[in-house]
T-cell receptor, first 119, second 116 residues
Framework: AQKVTQAQTEISVVEKEDVTLDCVYE???????LFWYKQPPSGELVFLIR??????QNEISGRYSWNFQKSTSSFNFTITASQVVDSAVYFC????????????????FGKGTRLHILP | GAVVSQHPSRVICKSGTSVKIECRSL??????MFWYRQFPKQSLMLMAT?????????EQGVEKDKFLINHASLTLSTLTVTSAHPEDSSFYIC????????????FGSGTRLTVV
């Protein structure tokens, strides 16, 4: 069965500090996608990244970086030099890749980490 | 980029009435759309998978007769909450997969339903 665990329920850091959000996943599949989404107070989900299980390269996008460690089934997300606008709930998610019926795949979300950036 | 439009963004209805939420893919065709529900400070829970032209697939514990899903075209899926009760008050969000490219899944902006 698939499962995504975000052990950190809530984190508060002072602006400009770096912060890492943890994500650990479980799946029996060898091929899957991992995602991070941001949900600001307004509620909409903002796509941040999708990572294919074949690609273990870490990724950096501006102040955001992601560390994918297949050996530990983790896909952690780091924000460097945090800003108040980064305050939001961040969800890690997992989706299997089914080549034969790819339209039927679905995303399983972690419980989210509520991030507070204090000015 | 792929855009999913969800309406209404907020709705307040009386207990016992029905509410319809629309989810439209604006610039792509979505053979499959997904409906999620989110309680305050909780994660998104998948309710059902909506397939164009066929019956929706509901997750365990989701009442089919309570949450009617219709996917009549490749760009529109609707969720109708029938005979709404206060416990149905929640944030409902839809998503669609815009192919296998980098867009991945695109989410609507969500609908906050309050049943009074």
């Amino acid at each position: 069965a698939q499962k995504v665990t975000q052990a950190q329920t809530e984190i508060s850091v002072v602006e400009k500090e770096d912060v890492t959000l943890d994500c650990v996943y479980e799946t029996r599949d060898t091929t899957y996608y991992l995602f991070w989404y941001k949900q600001p107070p307004s509620g909409e989900l903002v796509f941040l990244i999708r990572r294919n299980s074949f690609d273990e390269q870490n990724e950096i996008s501006g102040r955001y970086s992601w560390n994918f460690q297949k050996s530990t089934s983790s896909f952690n997300f780091t924000i460097t030099a945090s800003q108040v606008v980064d305050s939001a709930v961040y969800f890690c998610a997992l989706s299997e890749i089914r080549a034969a019926d790819e339209d039927d795949d679905k995303i399983i979300f972690g419980k989210g980490t509520r991030l507070h950036i204090l000015p | 980029g792929a855009v999913v439009s969800q309406h209404p963004s907020r709705v307040i209805c009386k207990s016992g009435t029905s509410v319809k939420i629309e989810c439209r893919s604006l610039d792509f065709q979505a053979t499959t759309m997904f409906w999620y529900r989110q309680f305050p400070k909780q994660s998104l829970m998948l309710m059902a998978t909506s397939n164009e032209g066929s019956k929706a697939t509901y997750e365990q514990g989701v009442e089919k007769d309570k949450f009617l899903i219709n996917h009549a075209s490749l760009t529109l899926s609707t969720l109708t909450v029938t005979s709404a009760h206060p416990e149905d008050s929640s944030f409902y969000i839809c998503s669609a997969r815009a192919g296998t490219g980098s867009y991945g899944y695109t989410f609507g902006s969500g609908t906050r339903l309050t049943v009074v």
